[in-house]
């Protein structure tokens, strides 16, 4: 069975600090990694994911087979990046889409 | 830009009690899923559904739940005979395909569901 796991429950920066949510999983396939992101008073929507290797609002996230981790990294945090933020795998094979999440990390980034 | 709508917001109800959550996928997507979270836990995978028919489902979805989509836009979870344990957020999703660049899933709003 698959397993995502966000160690920090809470994650406060600077305006303009570098911050990284770190995620690891456990799978013995091929996953594929999301990072989902949650505005105060908004839905869940994507952020990116591992397989188009974009960068969205500044984020990046490179998965690491040999760490397991997807890391979501941003050079220079800015306040409207608070959010909380879901790490996410759906495994290869027959899973029809199913999302395994993370338990999530709140960012606060302070002015 | 085409949403994910679900009603109700909140829905307060009594032990035993059936319920029926509604949601309205995107019109041109062909997968539905149901999460829940509950407070201060991580969201869980309850049901994904495809060409009518349940695709998957986890070991939460015992008995007690079902899901219809008896209209073709209309997707709904329905719990028989609710528990206080069943009290979470509970969220639609919908996605164009599984798979690489099509396992976009976009979710609804979500419904506060409270059992007393």
């Known amino acids: 069975a698959q397993r995502v796991t966000q160690p920090e429950k809470l994650l406060s920066v600077f305006k303009g600090a570098p911050v990284e949510l770190k995620c690891n999983y456990s799978y013995s396939g091929s996953p594929e990694l999301f990072w989902y992101v949650q505005y105060s008073r908004q839905r869940l929507q994507l952020l990116l994911r591992?397989?188009s290797r974009e960068s969205i609002k500044g984020f990046t996230a490179d998965l690491n087979k040999g760490e397991t981790s997807f890391h979501l990294k941003k050079p220079f945090a800015q306040e409207e990046d608070s959010a909380m933020y879901y790490c996410?795998?759906?495994?290869?094979?027959?899973?029809?889409?199913?999302?395994?999440f993370g338990q999530g990390t709140i960012l606060t980034v302070h002015p | 830009e085409p949403e994910v709508t679900q009603t109700p917001s909140h829905q307060v109800t009594q032990m035993g009690q059936e319920v029926i959550l509604r949601c309205v996928p995107i019109?041109?997507?062909?997968?539905f899923y149901w999460y829940r979270q509950i407070l201060g836990q991580k969201v869980e995978f309850l049901v994904s559904?495809?060409?009518?028919?349940?695709?998957?489902k986890s070991e939460i979805f015992d008995d007690q739940f079902s899901v219809e989509r008896p209209d073709g836009s209309n997707f709904t979870l329905k719990i028989r005979s609710t528990k206080l344990e069943d009290s979470a957020m509970y969220f639609c999703?919908?996605?164009?395909?599984?798979?690489?660049?099509?396992?976009?899933?976009?979710f609804g709003p979500g419904t506060r569901l409270t059992v007393l």
């Open positions: 999703a919908s996605s164009l395909m599984t798979g690489t660049l099509y396992n976009e899933q976009f």
């Open positions: 591992h397989i």
């Open positions: 559904f495809y060409n009518n028919e349940i695709s998957e």
């Open positions: 019109s041109n997507h062909l997968y």
């Open positions: 996410a795998l759906v495994a290869g094979g027959t899973s029809y889409g199913k999302l395994t």
